[in-house]
Nanobody, 123 residues
Framework: QVQLVESGGGLVQPGGSLRLSCVTS????????IAWFRQAPGKERERVSC???????YYADSVQGRFTISRDNAKNTVYLQMNSLKPEDTAVYYC?????????????????WGQGTQVTVSS
């Protein structure tokens, strides 16, 4: 059974940085993609980034140039480096996986989810 555990969230001032981690376990297939989503109060769950197995990455327009997704296969961990944080980045951040080779944007396409980590950007 797939398990995803996020960590690294917290309270940070505008302009600051955080690095989120997602430790994965239980995968039985190499044919998957991993993504970071976020959900703020009153908003739909939004895909902020995604990485395919071939290393190709995708970003939402709202975070492009500020966030970077990366992975360490030896540690079974995916990261989201978040720089130049803004108050509008405040949300619960989730990692999620989709069995297949496409980096879909819709949350409904992802089967396994972590429990989320809170990121709050406030002065």
């Amino acid at each position: 059974q797939v398990q995803l555990v996020e960590s690294g969230g917290g309270l940070v001032q505008p302009g600051g940085s955080l690095r989120l981690s997602c430790v994965t376990s239980g995968f039985t297939s190499d044919n998957y993609v991993i993504a970071w989503f976020r959900q703020a109060p009153g908003k739909e769950r939004e895909r902020v980034s995604c990485m395919k197995r071939d290393g190709r990455t995708y970003y939402a327009d709202s975070v492009q140039g500020r966030f970077t997704i990366s992975r360490d296969n030896a540690k079974n961990t995916v990261y989201l480096q978040m720089n130049s944080l803004k108050p509008e980045d405040t949300a619960v951040y989730y990692c999620a996986t989709h069995i297949g080779g496409l980096c879909f944007t819709a949350a409904s396409q992802y089967r396994d989810w972590g429990q989320g980590t809170q990121v709050t950007v406030s002065s």
